[in-house]
């Protein structure tokens, strides 16, 4: 076992120009902690372990990333940078540009990735035309999950406009069932906040608000509109949502506590590892509206001493890419493969139907980054929207209110 990892790692450490005798190691710093997420995570681990790689782990607990980045901030102040870290978006970039990031253009240019990652999901793993992060998968921000006997017994369909989920939840509250499955965090109520605005005002003003941050789209009545949903949907939540984490939320839907939960499709991984069907337990639908939100998980590699650190951030650039882990890591995770040859035949039907949906909106320039998971703006300028949506949510601030400081906040963001 071991010579055969040596020789693995040989090669890899030769073609990248590395000493030969290097033993990879890699103390990987992520957020992935829930059910589904660990058994997914695991899946690395072993194949880095079989490779011949010594992992140490670093996970960052908390749904979103947001201790991860400030723990990551940390350790790079400190001048003791962890080898690799889930990073994402123009997160990315944002680190390249603090010269902190390893070039691993050697790996990607001897993979082929340019021949098998669509030009989308390349042009978030590259910094100045080198290749600075490895992606996992695509996630789809933009779902409602359901408990299928909930709503059988309660004669309500997926919904398919706003106004349908509207009335489906107010019918669910009389019938004492918590319609909508929430943890208040900011960064889920973003998530929320997110789907609702490109539902209500459909992709171009997606594109415009939280894209481009355009001063008439943020300030519009269509604006207006979104938070006036957002208020609507802050009726349908249970007493006891502040703070709780989105695992949880989707336990209550998968235990029939509440009927639906608007989150990515990482709440699959959760409903699959307890063992659930989609079709039969759960149900699975894009949120009212056209357009589809991606999130694509990578890892980007951070300068470090050391041909042991340098050899195992190569072997897991390479593993993290190759079809094998592509495949069976995303049949965990709730996402579908990064790369464009990976057969979807053994995915379940919501896989597919991203995959699918993933095709028709790129095609039709409606294939758009979430905001909300750090795929479209700067960490600083998602952060300005994300406090002012989780005010507004749990407070009683007008939608008249929170769009002004909704533009307020863009303006003075950077
Ligand atoms: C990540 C997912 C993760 C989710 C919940 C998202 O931002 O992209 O991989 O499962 O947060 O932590």
Redesign the pocket.
């Known amino acids: 076992m071991k010579r055969f990892a040596l020789a693995t790692v040989s090669t890899l450490a030769v073609a990248a120009g590395s000493s030969v005798l290097a033993e990879p190691e890699a103390e990987v710093l992520h957020?992935?902690t829930?059910g589904g997420?660990a058994k997914s995570v695991a899946v690395l681990q072993e194949e880095f372990a079989s490779n011949g790689g010594t992992w140490t782990d670093m996970p960052v607990a908390?749904?979103?990333?947001d201790a991860a980045m400030t723990a990551l901030r940390a350790r790079v102040l400190s001048g003791n940078a962890p080898t690799a870290v889930?990073l994402?978006g123009p997160a990315i970039q944002e680190w390249y540009e603090e010269g902190v990031l390893a070039d691993i253009s050697g790996v990607a240019e001897a993979e082929g990735w340019a021949e098998v990652l669509p030009a989308s999901i390349a042009g978030h793993m590259k910094c100045e035309g080198t290749w600075c992060a490895a992606p996992v998968?695509v996630?789809r921000v933009d779902w409602i999950w359901a408990n299928a006997d909930v709503l059988a017994a309660n004669g309500i369909e997926m919904p398919t406009t706003w106004d349908e989920f509207n009335a489906a939840a107010v019918k669910l509250m009389d019938a004492g069932v918590i319609p909508l499955a929430h943890g208040g965090q900011s960064?889920q109520d973003a998530t929320v906040f997110e789907a609702v605005l490109l539902g209500i005002g459909g992709p171009e003003f997606y594109q415009k608000a939280l894209v481009d941050l355009d001063p008439e789209a943020l300030t519009s009545d269509t604006m207006v509109q979104v938070f006036d949903q957002m208020r609507t949907m802050r009726g349908f939540v249970d007493e006891n949502f502040s703070g709780r984490d989105?695992n949880l939320a989707t336990a209550m839907v998968m235990n029939g506590e509440a009927a639906f939960q608007i989150m990515?499709d990482?709440a699959k991984?959760e409903f699959l590892a307890a063992g659930k069907t989609p079709g039969e337990d759960f149900l699975c639908a894009s949120t009212p509206g056209d357009g589809y939100l991606y999130?694509v998980?990578s890892f980007a590699m951070f300068s470090v001493d050391g041909d042991d650190k340098k050899a195992g951030q190569e072997l897991l650039a390479k593993l993290i890419v190759a079809p094998n882990f592509q495949k069976v890591f995303n049949l965990n995770?709730g996402?579908i493969p990064a790369r464009t040859d990976v057969a979807l035949d053994d995915f379940d039907i919501c896989a597919n139907l991203s995959a699918e949906e993933m095709g028709s909106t790129s095609a039709a320039g409606s294939l758009l980054p979430s905001y909300a998971?750090?795929m479209a703006l700067r960490g600083s300028q998602s952060g300005a929207i994300t406090d002012v949506v989780t005010a507004h949510f749990n407070s009683d601030m007008s939608s008249a209110d929170a769009v002004q400081q909704l533009a307020d906040a863009v303006a003075n963001s950077y």
């Open positions: 957020w992935w829930s997420e908390g749904g979103g990333g889930q994402k998968n996630h960064w989105w990515g990482w991984g999130n998980d995770k996402s998971h750090g």
